[in-house]
């Protein structure tokens, strides 16, 4: 008798063990273990990552920067360059090595500085509502409207002195508030809800609420905001400097290398110049977008697999 209960007591903890739904990064976890082209197009990434950055430990970037104009257009393989040289006889492989560093970093610097003051502007509007949310939301409908890639381009131009840190900036100063009215509306959603009440009449202050209970809830949607928004900010950097208004004279970038593809000639005859940024930039807007998508499943029960 006494053994039947101890089974009956273990099968109603397990019961209750299975039917506790997953959190946080294990439901992450699991939905990419459900998604295999996920998990290729996350390795994939990585490894993009880790071969732009570590790269310029094993290969002289300056020298294969060097202006040659007696190596102009070789073809790959020639001399050494396996993806031959473009029209100043400046390795390509090694540009595509430094111009992919380069956006990538540009690219997670704006989409940090975004998500940072998106995340926090938006949390303090949906949180505190009223007139705060009155100003902020009328800032961030001004700024909406504006043709902001013209006057990202215009601001490029006039800037003295111009750097990676002045685009990065300039990019991000028109990039925070769809990050910020995402985060608003879902903080409305939170912030009705009851442990936020609970919270409020025990006294807590409010910034321990928002960092401790309100923020932890909102980490999935943050997680594939980051991701989303870095694709994003990769194609506004690549889009800058194809129509010469990106990273400075000198400095490659996947855009410049892109932007190579200017006339007839180039386009049908010398591909080896343009073509491998295109590929590359194609690999890295679909590898991100789909570990995105992923993410976005698991932040949603409603479209999760399985």
């Not at 994939?44 to 310029?56: A, C, G, K, M, R």
């Not at 970093?105 to 303090?124: E, N, R």
Request: proline share 4%; with cysteine; hydrophobic share 50%.
């Amino acid at each position: 008798m006494e053994l039947q209960q101890n089974m009956q007591e273990a099968e109603v903890v397990q019961d209750q063990e299975t039917s506790v739904p997953p959190l946080g990064f294990e439901v992450i976890r699991r939905e990419f273990m459900r998604d295999k082209l996920a998990i290729f197009a996350l390795v994939l990434l990585i490894s993009i990552i880790l071969i732009s950055v570590l790269s310029p430990y094993f290969i002289d970037v300056s020298a294969g920067m060097k202006v040659s104009i007696f190596d102009r257009f070789l073809k790959p393989g020639v001399d050494g360059h396996i993806l031959g040289t473009d029209e100043g006889g400046r390795d390509v492989f090694t540009m595509l090595i430094a111009g992919t560093q380069n956006t990538l970093f540009i690219g997670w610097s704006v989409t940090v500085i975004t998500a940072v003051v998106g995340i926090a502007l938006g949390v303090i509007s949906g949180y505190y509502g009223g007139v705060v949310d009155d100003v902020m939301m009328r800032i961030v409908d001004f700024i909406m409207v504006l043709p902001t890639f013209m006057f990202t381009i215009v601001m490029i131009t006039i800037v003295e002195g111009f750097s990676m840190w002045k685009l990065i900036l300039i990019i991000s100063v028109f990039g925070w508030p769809g990050t910020t009215r995402l985060f608003r509306t879902a903080t409305l959603s939170e912030a009705a809800k009851d442990y936020i009440s609970a919270s409020k009449t025990m006294g807590t202050r409010d910034w321990k609420i928002i960092l401790f209970e309100l923020l932890p809830n909102l980490s999935s949607m943050m997680i594939t905001n980051l991701t989303l928004s870095f694709a994003g900010n990769i194609g506004i950097e690549t889009g800058l400097s194809y129509l010469g208004f990106g990273l400075p004279v000198g400095t490659p970038s996947i855009g410049t290398l892109i932007g190579y593809a200017n006339n007839p000639d180039v386009i049908e005859n010398k591909t080896w110049v343009w073509l491998p940024a295109v590929i590359l930039v194609l690999i890295l807007m679909l590898c991100v977008n789909y570990i995105g998508q992923t993410l976005q499943r698991a932040a949603d029960a409603r479209q999760r697999r399985g």
